[in-house]
């Protein structure tokens, strides 16, 4: 099966613009999940889909960050205006209900805010 | 609040050594997890194991964990140059679908 396909690869944008990240989990999870490293940290949590409904965005650092998930399949993230600071890299996974198989990450998308 | 809690942050072997790196976390879960992330690219899955199980293996991978201590390490064995990489434990709290928990992760350079 595919995996978990993340685009773009990585971006580069300067401050104040605004970038759309792209999810597509595997086909049939049900479970979405973003989740970013910011400069060498740790990997946060930003919040999960269940099908279309957000089931927890309590990582969602702030109102600048927009994420969708329409018709339950792919996933978009949308920052704007873009600081410094959401420099990082955006990861996405998928899992299938109840956990089964576990979860899949994508590759992440690098992105760069100059 | 952060759970998984690796160390060292930074480890520097050479090559064929063996590379121990430890996690920590604070609460009950369910399993934990490594990963791996070379330098700007995807998280790679390396081993899961579950709260009933003390010790797993996986090629040159051993993981083993310790819920008395709530602590889990990483044994890579006879390491190369294309370990290098940082590795996250990651916890969940269920097997159900909440988020994992990641610690800050351990640096790892393999020296040739």
């Known amino acids: 099966e595919a995996g978990v396909t993340q685009f773009p690869s990585h971006s580069v944008i300067e401050k104040g613009q605004t970038v759309t990240l792209r999810c597509d989990p595997i086909s049939g999870h049900d479970n979405l999940y973003w989740y970013r490293r910011v400069m060498g940290k740790e990997i946060k949590f930003l919040l999960h889909?269940?099908?279309?409904?957000?089931?927890?965005e309590s990582g969602m650092p702030n109102n600048r960050f927009l994420a969708e998930r329409t018709g339950g399949t792919y996933s978009t993230l949308k920052v704007q205006p873009a600081e410094l600071e959401d420099s990082g890299v955006y990861f996405c996974?998928?899992?299938?209900?109840?956990?089964?198989?576990?979860?899949?990450f994508g590759s992440g998308t690098r992105l760069t805010v100059v | 609040s952060q759970q998984g809690e690796e160390d060292p942050q930074a480890l520097s072997i050479q090559e064929g050594e063996n590379a121990t790196m430890n996690c920590s976390y604070k609460?009950?879960?369910?399993?934990l997890q490594w990963y791996r992330q070379n330098s700007g690219r995807g998280l790679v899955h390396l081993i899961l194991i579950r709260s009933n199980e003390r010790e797993k293996h996986s090629g040159r991978l051993r993981v083993t964990l310790d819920t008395s201590k709530k602590s889990s390490s990483l044994l890579i064995t006879a390491s190369r140059a294309a370990d290098t990489a940082s590795y996250f434990c990651a916890t969940a709290a269920n097997s159900g679908n909440t988020p994992l928990v990641f610690g800050k992760g351990t640096r790892l350079s393999v020296i040739a």
């Open positions: 996974a998928s899992s299938q209900e109840r956990g089964k198989g576990g979860y899949t």
């Open positions: 609460t009950s879960i369910n399993n």
């Open positions: 889909f269940v099908k279309e409904s957000k089931q927890d």
